[in-house]
Every structure is written in C-alpha cells, then in structure tokens.
C-alpha cells in the first residue's frame, strides 16, 4: 500500500486466483487490479486488461457509477476479438478507431483495425505516479505509443493523454473514451449550450418517436448512438435526480486534437445490457474510413507528439 498526499493505491486489493499456475509472479500481480482512493472516490485500474477502469466509486453515496455486470475475468487474450464477446463493461480506450475496419489510407492502407480499436485488449505497461497510475500502450499494427496518466484531485478524475506517432508517416487516428455508465439510478444528461447532432437532430432528440429527457423514460430493446456534428464546446453533465448527484465529463478544448461528443443510450438493443455513455471522440464517426471521409479524423504528423485531457468531476445538484 502506497498513501500519497490523501491518495491511497492498493495494489491487488480484490484476491484473483490465476488460471493458468504457470504464470509467473509479474504477470500475477498485473492481472489484478489496482485501487486509487481519496476521501471522495475509488477506482480499481487493470494494467493487464487494457488499462479498463473497471470500477468508480462516489463515496458521498458509495453509488457505483460505471456499468458492469457478473462476469469472470478474461482466460484469453483479448486482442483482435469483437467488443461483444470480451469484458464489455466500464471505462476503454478506443483507438485508432471504434468500429472494426480496414485502415483508408498509406502507409497502412488495408490494414484491419480491431473492433474498438487495439488499447482495451492490450497488456500494458503500468506504474504508480503521483496520486494514480500512469499506463502505456504499445501499438502492434499500427507505430505508435500512448500514454494515460490517470489520477484524483479532489472530486474529479484526471487523465492526461500522450501520443506517439513512431512512424516516419502522418497517422489518421479516431480516439474514444469509452465510458459505460450505469443506469440503476434514473439519469439524465445536460449540455450547457445547444448540441447539434450529425444526424441532423439536436440533443436530446433521438429519432422521430424518442427523445432523451430520462433514460428510464425510453422504451426496452433499443439503442442509439449519436454524434455532435461541432467540436465540444461545453462540459457534459450526467445528473442524477434521485441521488441528488451529478458527473461532470469535460474535455480540454484547449488541447489537440479536436474532439467531438460520442453519446451511447443502450436500452437493451446491445447485448441485452442496459447503460450509456457520453464519451469525447476525436472524430463524427465510429469508422475511420468513414471520418477520413468527412474530414473530421484527428492526425499526427510523422514522428510527432499530440496531448489532450478529460476530467470527470463529481458534485452535487
């Protein structure tokens, strides 16, 4: 156990008994997780499994604030599998896209693009640093490296990202944070300034027959996802009427690249789960052919270095 500055980590603080006894003891320990706690919030990180935040915790109600479900612990290597049948649950990163698909362009064009992309199923590299826990990825298909320095101040959670084009070519790239919330709580979702959506709709309408005023307000069975057409100009507030809560996601407009509101409202119609997401996307669109296309997929040069950062803040209503 490690205390700094109010901030406690605790490695492996669930007990997982290792499938395979062959393992040996490095990998052992980075196949549990790790806990960050202050006196407003608990996170459990699992370095082996992508870097997932598997767990948020706000202790003004110990309410659990991101979707999860029962489930064991992944026996295989994830990589390169469909999203749906790995661990489907919390907080991934998606890059360099989130729907599979060839990539469009040189040097790595034809190239296959994992569904959500290469990060969440990666083994990473991971160590305590002030306060958190900072994890690298390493690309395999694609050159480059990025970095997540996640920590706590106070109510809020900070991650500072750092990408890496390793590669003497520019690199088209669309990056997710793909948070799955959950839905035990009736919720709703606020924007401080009209959100036009890439549909042609504005938030909170979803299609013709349904609009987001409260998530258990919609019918079962359903999902919907949607895209700003602008870049992110306000924060995104997840309220909570019943718990009297909310969560505040914000991304650093003063960061590169430019990002844009990625929101997923899951009723049942995937995977039969119920949740949702308003996640910061650097691209309209899931596929990375398809952000080429319209112009609004993030780029790293040949060899350079590109940062952004999110802070989720939690508070009262």
Known sequence: ??????????????HIQPRNKRVDGLQSVMSQPVTIENDYLRLDVWPQFGGKVSSIIDKADNHELLFSYASELPSRCQYGMAYSEGWKAGWDECFPAIAPGAYPLHPYEGIAIPDHGELWALPTTAVPTRDGITTVW??????????????????????????????????????????????????????????RLRDGNTWPVLDEQNAFEQFDRLPDGCHWKVHSDAPISCPATIRYPDRKRSLTIEYDRDSLPTAYWNILINTGGWEGQRNLSVMPATARADHLHAAVEDESAASIVASGRSTWRTVLRTGHI
């Not at 700094?4 to 603080?13: A, I, Q």
């Not at 750092?162 to 959950?182: E, Y």
Request: hydrophobic fraction near 45%; include cysteine.
């Open 1 to 14: 156990m490690t205390r700094k500055r109010g901030v406690t980590l605790l490695r492996g603080s669930r």
């Open 138 to 195: 390493h690309g395999l298909r694609f050159g480059y490296r990025m970095t997540r320095k996640l920590y706590l101040e106070d109510s809020a959670v900070i991650a500072e990202y750092t990408l890496i084009n390793l590669a003497p070519f520019d690199l088209r790239f669309c990056w997710s944070q793909q948070m799955l919330l959950s839905v035990v709580s009736p919720v709703k979702i606020d924007f401080a300034n009209p959100l």
